[in-house]
C-alpha cells in the first residue's frame, strides 16, 4: 500500500522558488561532476519505507497549503560526521502540483495516506507558467 510524507517547505515562498533552487542544487551538482539527483536530509529516518517507495510522494507544504509533490525515488539513512543518525530522502528533481490543501504547521515530516494526499492538477491549469498567484485564485474559486 503506497504511503506518502508530508513536510513544510522551509525557506520557499511559492512553488516557483522551489523549483528555482532544486534547479540551483542541481547545477551545483552538475558542475562538481557530483551525481546528478536530488536529496533532502532529515533527522529523523522513516520507519515504513517499503510503503514510501511503492509508489510514494513527498507533499510540500507551502505558505500553509500543500501545494506540490516529488516523486520518493530511495530513502538512505546515515550517520554525520558527529555520529548523529540522518536520512537522506532521493526526490525525482520534477514538480508535480497538487490541488491546494490547507495544512496547520508540524515540526519535521509527518506520513500522509495516500486516500488523504490532494490530487494532483493536470492539464491547461497545471502549466509551469501560472504565476502562483493565479494559481491561488483560480482554486479559491473552485475553478482548479
Request: charged residues 30%; hydrophobic residues 40%.
Given at each position: 500500500?503506497?504511503?506518502?510524507?508530508?513536510?513544510?517547505?522551509?525557506?520557499?515562498?511559492?512553488?516557483?522558488?522551489?523549483?528555482?533552487?532544486?534547479?540551483?542544487?542541481?547545477?551545483?551538482?552538475?558542475?562538481?561532476?557530483?551525481?546528478?539527483?536530488?536529496?533532502?536530509?532529515?533527522?529523523?529516518?522513516?520507519?515504513?519505507?517499503?510503503?514510501?517507495?511503492?509508489?510514494?510522494?513527498?507533499?510540500?507544504?507551502?505558505?500553509?497549503?500543500?501545494?506540490?509533490?516529488?516523486?520518493?525515488?530511495?530513502?538512505?539513512?546515515?550517520?554525520?560526521?558527529?555520529?548523529i543518525k540522518r536520512c537522506d530522502l532521493v526526490l525525482e528533481p520534477r514538480l508535480i502540483l497538487t490541488q491546494y490543501q490547507p495544512k496547520r504547521p508540524f515540526q519535521g515530516w509527518r506520513y500522509l495516506k495516500?486516500?488523504?494526499?490532494?490530487?494532483?492538477?493536470?492539464?491547461?491549469?497545471?502549466?509551469?507558467?501560472?504565476?502562483?498567484?493565479?494559481?491561488?485564485?483560480?482554486?479559491?474559486?473552485?475553478?482548479?
Amino acid at each position: 500500500m503506497t504511503l506518502h510524507l508530508l513536510k513544510l517547505c522551509v525557506g520557499a515562498d511559492s512553488v516557483e522558488s522551489l523549483q528555482a533552487w532544486v534547479d540551483f542544487r542541481l547545477d551545483e551538482k552538475r558542475m562538481a561532476g557530483e551525481p546528478l539527483e536530488q536529496l533532502h536530509t532529515t533527522r529523523m529516518v522513516p520507519t515504513r519505507k517499503d510503503e514510501l517507495l511503492d509508489g510514494g510522494s513527498l507533499y510540500w507544504v507551502i505558505k500553509g497549503r500543500i501545494q506540490v509533490r516529488q516523486h520518493l525515488i530511495d530513502i538512505r539513512p546515515f550517520k554525520d560526521e558527529a555520529g548523529i543518525k540522518r536520512c537522506d530522502l532521493v526526490l525525482e528533481p520534477r514538480l508535480i502540483l497538487t490541488q491546494y490543501q490547507p495544512k496547520r504547521p508540524f515540526q519535521g515530516w509527518r506520513y500522509l495516506k495516500a486516500e488523504d494526499a490532494p490530487a494532483d492538477i493536470r492539464g491547461v491549469a497545471a502549466s509551469a507558467e501560472m504565476p502562483d498567484g493565479m494559481r491561488q485564485e483560480l482554486s479559491e474559486l473552485c475553478l482548479i
